[in-house]
């Protein structure tokens, strides 16, 4: 089945350390996306990538680094300069990054990240 | 820049009665509309998606939106609600022209009750 896996689905973390989040996609998706998502304040953008090697700063994007290696691969890494790193964090892929707009984005199961 | 505004935080109706999730956006550029429902613990699932053409958009598990420009709105409705309707619903934009970064609302949380 085609879709886009992240893992995993619970992380607990102390403060101070680093920890990298996963996401897979298996849709031959050229862009991808990372986002956060706190209780009513509803989704906000982290990273994303057009495309291999490149990627972009979204709105929320300090204290967190990406990379894109390869077309279906793009972890999240939350940094200890994090200062509330405790979310919901959602990834996600659409066909293409550029114009014509309007891809669908689809997104993975999500992976809940606590803080102790 | 885009923003958007989901007037309803909360909205809980009775098993087969009608809804409408309200949505308005501001955008100085020509941008694209969708809902997305999630389910609890979970991703988001598209419902429907406006990109041109009939302002009247129908999407999954019996849902519609309405396109209305001069209002800059998107509301989402169903005329007969059922228990698993129950979720979480965002409305989000994306632009036309450049990179599709979606901006989300805040999330109107559907409640049905039997």
């Known amino acids: 089945d085609g879709g886009i896996t992240q893992s995993p689905k619970y992380l607990f973390r102390k403060e101070g350390q680093n920890v990298t989040l996963s996401c897979e996609q298996n849709?031959?998706?050229?862009?991808m996306y990372w986002y956060r998502q706190d209780p009513g304040q509803g989704l906000r953008l982290i990273y994303y990538?057009?495309?291999?090697?490149?990627?972009q700063k979204g709105d929320i994007a300090e204290g967190y680094s990406v990379s894109r290696e390869k077309k279906e691969s793009f972890p999240l890494t939350v940094t200890s300069a994090q200062k509330n790193p405790t979310a919901f964090y959602l990834c996600?892929?659409?066909?293409?990054?550029?114009?014509?707009?309007?891809?669908?984005?689809?997104f993975g199961p999500g992976t809940r990240l606590t803080v102790l | 820049a885009q923003s958007v505004t989901q007037l309803d935080s909360q909205v809980p109706v009775f098993e087969e009665a009608p809804v409408e999730l309200r949505c308005n956006y501001s955008?100085?550029?020509?941008?694209?509309l969708f809902w997305y429902v999630q389910y609890p613990n979970q991703g988001l699932q598209l419902l429907l998606k406006?990109?041109?053409?009939?302002?009247l958009v129908k999407g999954i598990n019996g849902f519609e939106a309405e396109f209305n420009k001069s209002q800059t709105s998107f509301h989402l409705r169903k005329p007969s609600v059922h228990i698993s309707d129950t979720a979480e619903y965002f409305c989000?934009?994306?632009?036309?022209?450049?990179?599709?970064?979606?901006?989300f609302g805040q999330g109107t949380r559907l409640t049905i009750n039997p």
């Open positions: 849709l031959n998706h050229d862009a």
């Open positions: 990538s057009q495309i291999v090697n490149d990627f």
């Open positions: 996600a892929s659409s066909m293409s990054g550029g114009s014509p707009g309007g891809d669908t984005q689809y």
């Open positions: 406006y990109l041109s053409g009939s302002t």
């Open positions: 955008s100085s550029v020509s941008v694209y």
């Open positions: 989000a934009v994306g632009r036309i022209q450049g990179a599709q970064k979606l901006v």
